[in-house]
């Protein structure tokens, strides 16, 4: 009896290894995973997704995440190429394309990659204009991208899209901004001004020219502003002279301005008459 036991326990013993030994050899990875396989340290390759079996002991498996990464890049403050200083973050989208690499060529793919759009961010920055870093983030945003992608690409990583979050400017940069943004809009206003001016003299031009011409139009339009100011409720006493008189009294306007005209000059060559008698008796 006590042998049988022994050797009940012996068997269990032995099926319960058997039993860890087949259960460490499944592995199940999900569709968006990859396992990297290593037979006694050397690569085999990827693995997945769904079931698959490995040798125990002699095998291990390295689960990789193919899904897209979302990495914020922490603010960086550097200067622009034009000497101010400003602080920048990012975000970054990346993904593995290539899981092998991504095990076997970097130890950490998620910092490193993090490091080296830092020192990107950093530099791009560096080299482009404060208005560029401005009003053209969409350009830098590409370059960022491209640089990045090509130096994480022998770690089987692919960069999607690196977009620059925020831009911080110093307060008295803003506050200089924010003067000459009021300056240009006041510039404008003076300009729209001024043609607005130009454009209103030429049509008053036009006006006086037909009314030159057809003289019973300023009649009419006196008559319109007759008109107007009537339906006005204010104590106005509008009295109109007509055309011929206001004609009449420029001619006599111009009568007696050639008559004092005339006039001086008689007074000026009796005066100069005078003086040449004078000078005779003497």
Same mark, same amino acid.
């Given at each position: ?7 009940? $326990? +012996? ?8 039993? =860890? ?7 199940? @990875?999900?569709?968006? *995973? ?10 085999? %390759?990827?693995? %997945? ?11 291990? /498996?390295? =689960? $990789? #995440? ?17 000497? @101010? ?14 899981? +092998?690499?991504? $095990?076997?060529? @970097? ?8 490091? =080296? ?6 530099? $791009? ?6 208005? *560029? ?25 692919? @960069?999607?899209?690196? *977009?620059?979050?925020? +831009?911080?400017?110093?307060? %008295?940069?803003?506050? /200089?901004?924010?003067?000459?943004? &009021? ?7 003076? =300009? ?35 008109? #107007? ?6 104590? +106005? ?15 006599? %306007? &111009?009568?007696?301005?050639? /008559? ?5 000059? &008689?007074?000026? *060559? ?11 008796? &003497?």
């Amino acid at each position: 009896m006590a042998l049988v036991s022994a050797g009940n $326990v +012996v068997l269990a013993i032995v099926l319960l290894f058997v039993l =860890i030994i087949l259960a460490s050899a499944i592995k199940i @990875v999900k569709e968006y *995973e990859r396992a990297v396989i290593f037979r006694l340290g050397r690569i085999v %390759g990827a693995r %997945g997704p769904g079931l698959f079996f490995i040798i125990p002991i002699f095998e291990k /498996a390295v =689960i $990789v #995440d193919l899904r897209t990464r979302v990495l914020d890049v922490p603010v960086q403050e550097t200067i622009t190429k034009d000497n @101010v200083p400003v602080r920048v973050n990012a975000v970054v989208y990346f993904r593995v394309i290539e899981p +092998v690499k991504a $095990v076997t060529q @970097v130890s950490n793919y998620i910092m490193a990659t993090s490091q =080296i759009a830092q020192t990107t961010l950093r530099s $791009v920055i560096g080299q482009a204009h404060l208005d *560029e870093l401005l009003s053209e983030r969409e350009k830098l945003n590409l370059q960022l991208q491209k640089i990045i992608d090509e130096a994480t690409d022998p770690w089987g990583i692919k @960069v999607s899209t690196v *977009e620059i979050k925020d +831009v911080e400017l110093p307060s %008295g940069m803003q506050r /200089a901004m924010a003067r000459q943004a &009021e300056a240009e809009r006041e510039r404008r206003a003076r =300009i729209l001004l001024a043609e607005a001016e130009r454009q209103a003299a030429e049509k008053l031009r036009e006006a006086a020219e037909i009314i030159s011409e057809h003289p019973m139009a300023l009649q009419l339009r006196t008559l319109q502003t007759i008109s #107007d100011v009537a339906g006005d409720k204010s104590n +106005v006493i509008v009295l109109t002279l007509p055309m011929e008189m206001l004609k009449l009294f420029r001619s006599l %306007g &111009e009568t007696a301005e050639v /008559a004092k005209i005339k006039l001086e000059k &008689e007074v000026r *060559e009796e005066a100069e008459k005078e003086a040449e008698a004078k000078a005779e008796q &003497e």
